[in-house]
Every structure is written in structure tokens, then in C-alpha cells.
């Protein structure tokens, strides 16, 4: 085990790399970091939540997905754990996880001004456009397309 200022260093260069897309390097950084920490350190989750995320923005959604899900699940108090995978799930196109993580993330900070942000972006789906027809019928799906169509028309 290394010193507790090594690692805190070694975390924030990790993120450092991350944020600036140097996505191996952070990998392997926080892949260390992993090895070094005890898993029952109270940011063991949160570091395999960033590995994670890194492994998403390298293009392995399967892996990197797995890895937050896993930290997510273990997870108790860390409302950025929640982000990173809500983040993760986004980046791979699954909205359903994104907003599931959001919602337990919001258990453990309701206030959480990143997860607000993130909920936000992704948005509110309308009601379909033919109510008693199921979302997934194929009127209701080309008449969503339409109406989205329109609305985007509209703004420009």
C-alpha cells in the first residue's frame, strides 16, 4: 500500500487526464489506482467508477458499463459514483440506465447540482402523440418522428 497524499495525488492526476481526453493514460492510472487501494476504502467505488467511465470513453461500453454498475451497487454514500455511471450510460446510448442511476443517485444527495444538470440534458420524453395507442406502435413511433422533426425545424 502506498501513502495516503501518493494516492491522492495520483487520483487527482488521473482526473486531470481524463478531463483533458488523455483517456489510456488515465486508464492506466486509475487501473493502479485500483491495485493500490484496499476495497474497502471509503473511495474504492468511486475510483472503479472513474476506471469505468474511462473505459466507456475509450469505446468499451460493455466493460466500462459493468465496471460502474458494479461500483454503483456497492456504493452507499458517494453521490459522484452515480453521476459516473449516469455519464458512462449516456456516452454508450442508454438513456433507461442513465436515468436509473440518477434516480438512486438522487437517494443519496437530492441536491446534487451535477446529477440535476445531467437529468436535464437528457430530457423529458412526450406523451405519445396517439394516446391510446401504445408508445411503440408504429403510428404512434412516425408521428413522434414527425413531431420531433417539426420541433427541431422550429428552432433553427
Do not use: W
Not at 118 to 139: D, E, M, T
Request: net charge positive; aromatic share 6%; with cysteine.
Amino acid at each position: 500500500m502506498t501513502d495516503l497524499n501518493d494516492q491522492d495525488a495520483l487520483f487527482d492526476q488521473a482526473l486531470t487526464l481524463l478531463n483533458a481526453c488523455h483517456y489510456g493514460d488515465a486508464l492506466a492510472m486509475f487501473m493502479r489506482l485500483q491495485r493500490q487501494v484496499s476495497k474497502s476504502a471509503p473511495n474504492y467505488n468511486l475510483i472503479r467508477s472513474y476506471y469505468g467511465m474511462t473505459l466507456v470513453c475509450l469505446g468499451s461500453c460493455d466493460d466500462g458499463l459493468s465496471v460502474c454498475r458494479d461500483a454503483a451497487d456497492r456504493e452507499l454514500n458517494d453521490p459522484q459514483v452515480f453521476v459516473n455511471l449516469a455519464r458512462s450510460a449516456q456516452r454508450c446510448g442508454d438513456r433507461r440506465l442513465a436515468l436509473e442511476a440518477i434516480s438512486l443517485g438522487k437517494v443519496v444527495d437530492p441536491n446534487n447540482s451535477a446529477m440535476q444538470r445531467l437529468r436535464y440534458a437528457l430530457g423529458v420524453r412526450r406523451k405519445p402523440v396517439v394516446s391510446f395507442l401504445s408508445r411503440n406502435n408504429v403510428i404512434n413511433v412516425l408521428l413522434g418522428k414527425m413531431r420531433q422533426r417539426h420541433v427541431v425545424q422550429a428552432r433553427m
